[in-house]
């Protein structure tokens, strides 16, 4: 077993030491699977290992590769990797591998990544948790007690605690923000269209939805992005040209005093914690306090439409998702093949007319063009990033009597009625109440970012979004890297896994 301690350094340091030839990435290697096996029992983040086909590619990769060797781990969703398990959570799925390569995969291949393995995820990744029935709950690092958020739970969590510096991550609606807010970690979605989703889709959600990576440090984040950036064929988006490097902006900061805008308050109006009003408020201090100029003031979006179009794609994806299980099944889905809420999700999503999801796609484009304006003003909107600290593994598990309801409601084709009567509604609220501030950038195709700046009473992390024009990744990486710097950002080694070690 190795002995070198890999976890104390993110991607970038591993791999300088790599080619400065001060450790072979076979070590390095070694210990992240030494690692893996010691830390994974505890928290349930990998749910299918490689370590055969990781030792051997890792002779085989080129040096020159400018992460060769550097441990990853995909997830359990949309970044498929050939021959290997691709269960999306769901045990409906259980045989399932994938038949080639995702897009996204054969790019984090092309960096000279080794893949360890692929993380878990919830049924069909529509969870803000990561507690699925089939695989489990992951816990989160800095309390095994509590959820490390979702959907990209098992590779936040793997990354929180050293397993790998870096993992894959995508983002449909907060999937890798709100994971990122939960353990300390950082987070960037993409704008629309800068990463690929292909090659079996040229859209993904409906373009809500864009891969990437979950990160200790902003300069992992940034290189991945420079490294798989750029045009996929048959892709339905192109975004905004950025022809520089990602990486150069974190490592010169922000090229002025930035104006931002911020709020806490929910779009929902639902309540927003307490612990997560106050990390905006400290940090609406701290870039005060580095010449920012900072300004109470809300996104010129209806949050109520928002969320409606948002969980109207929802209803309707998850409807195809059940659709698309019928050849795997050999016959149509039936509720004990999926966990209960998918179900009633799916159902909802039978009922939903096309005309309610067209509608619910020209809500995005109003959002967008309101968001748009909005930017000539501000350089960013800032926001919590979730209205929650992580909540405790089980606590949002549905009821005994809820479960019931469901399948009466499915046996007695009750769905119509129950969505003409507000339950959908009702759903809406309470399924996005705990995570109502991640979701509109993913509908104006905007990239966003979670970073770690607060911690609660119980020390738990919880994150601070920043969003910005579309395109402009860059202004949000110079200011993660100057917040990087400062004492207020949180660091990952503080957990208790890392304390351990």
């Given amino acids: 077993m190795s002995t070198f301690p890999y976890w104390r350094y ?30 994974n029992p505890k928290l349930n983040a990998v749910i299918h290992k490689m370590f055969p086909q990781a030792r051997a590619a890792v002779r085989e990769i080129p040096a020159a590769k400018p992460f060769a060797g550097i441990p990853f781990l995909l997830k359990d969703i949309s970044q498929e990797i050939k021959g290997e398990p691709m269960t999306q959570g769901a045990k409906a799925l259980r045989n399932n591998l994938a038949k080639a390569d995702s897009e996204f995969t054969a790019r984090m291949r092309y960096t000279g990544v080794t893949i360890l393995g692929i993380t878990n995820v919830p049924e069909f ?56 807010a939960f ?3 950082f987070g960037l979605k993409p704008s629309r269209g800068r990463t690929p989703v292909g090659p079996r889709f040229g859209r993904a959600w409906q373009g809500a939805s864009v891969q990437h990576v ?38 010169q900061g922000p090229t ?46 209806d949050g109520e439409a928002i969320g409606k179009s948002y969980m109207t794609l929802y209803f309707g994806e998850v409807a195809a998702e059940l659709s698309f299980l019928e050849p795997i099944l050999g016959r149509k889905a039936r509720f004990d093949d999926v966990e209960p809420a998918t179900w009633m999700l799916g159902l909802l999503g039978k009922v939903t007319s096309s005309d309610e999801l067209v509608l619910s796609l020209h809500e995005w484009d109003r959002a967008a063009s309101r968001m748009e304006l909005f930017f000539e003003d501000y350089d960013l909107y800032m926001t919590p990033t979730t209205a929650d600290p992580p909540s405790k593994i089980g606590e949002l598990d549905m009821k005994p009597g809820e479960v019931s309801m469901m399948k009466w409601a499915s046996r007695l084709n009750l769905i119509k009625i129950a ?9 809406i609220i309470r399924s996005l109440k705990r995570t109502p501030f991640t979701q509109l950038a993913n509908l104006t195709g905007q990239p966003a970012m979670s970073v770690p700046l607060h911690l609660t009473a119980q020390g738990l992390p919880v994150g601070v979004q920043f969003v910005a024009a579309k395109g402009r990744e860059d202004t949000l990486y110079r200011l993660a890297g100057q917040l990087e710097q400062t004492e207020h950002w949180i660091v990952v080694e503080k957990n208790p896994i890392f304390r351990e070690s």
Avoid at 214 to 225: I, K, P, Q, T
Avoid at 264 to 271: F, Y
Avoid at 419 to 427: I, N, Q, T, V, Y
Wanted: aromatic share 6%; hydrophobic share 40%.
């Fill in 419 to 427: 969505k003409k009567s507000g339950f959908a509604d009702d759903l």
């Fill in 256 to 301: 002025g005093n930035l104006k931002i805008a911020f709020s806490t308050r929910s779009p929902l109006g639902t309540a927003v914690h307490p612990e997560c009003v106050e990390a905006v408020t400290k940090a609406a201090g701290y870039l005060s306090s580095l010449g920012h100029f900072v300004e109470e003031k809300e996104a010129p979006v």
């Fill in 183 to 185: 353990c300390g970690l």
């Fill in 10 to 39: 993110d991607g970038t340091a591993l791999a300088g030491l790599i080619q400065r030839k001060e450790v072979a990435p076979e070590e390095i290697v070694d210990a992240a699977i030494a690692r893996l096996e010691q830390l």
């Fill in 125 to 180: 990744a529509l969870m803000g948790i990561t507690e699925p029935q089939f695989h489990g709950p992951t816990r989160n690092p800095w309390n095994t007690a509590y959820t490390p958020g979702g959907s990209s739970g098992g590779g936040a969590a793997a990354v929180a605690s050293g397993i790998v510096p870096i993992a894959g991550a995508n983002d449909g609606g907060g999937s890798i923000r709100i994971p990122a």
């Fill in 214 to 251: 979950l990160s200790r440090s902003v300069r992992d984040s940034a290189y991945v992005l420079d490294l798989i950036k750029g045009y996929e064929p048959g892709a339905a988006f192109a975004p905004p040209p950025f022809d520089h490097d990602y990486r150069e902006c974190v490592a």
